[in-house]
């Protein structure tokens, strides 16, 4: 809680912020939704529209309780109330992980959306400053 308030600090120039959700605290679920509601307020965020890829970490660990765990991820989405941020991020990626099978190829696709879509994002406010 005594370093929440500093990250604002870091949000000059940001183009993209990663934010981690641990699936495995399901008590900790409107506690993250209010740290990344107070995140995209700030006026920096506001101001960039970066990107943001919400990382749904400890899948695995799910995987055995749940039925249907996809479902369950899209669950931990909406309740994470990414459709009313759209607005404030020029693009949003949800992406489920496993704390212990991490697979290079799975961390090579986000580092790829990460790059392609900032790419996207930096040629279209170039435009906007050229009109």
Known sequence: DKIRP????????????????????????????NELAKVSRDEEIVKQQPLLLVLLNKTDLIVESEDNPLS????????LNLV???????????????????????????????IINNSQVKKKQKLTEAN
Do not use: G
Request: glycine share 0%.
């Open 6 to 33: 500093l990250w604002r600090h870091y949000f000059q120039n940001t183009n993209v912020i990663i934010y981690a959700v641990d699936m495995a605290a399901p008590e900790r679920l409107e506690e993250a939704a």
């Open 72 to 79: 369950y991820a899209r669950t931990w989405a909406d309740r």
């Open 84 to 114: 009313k941020l759209e607005h404030l991020f020029s693009k949003i990626y949800v992406h489920s992980i496993s704390c212990v099978n991490q697979d290079a190829k799975q961390l090579d696709v986000l580092l790829d959306w990460m």
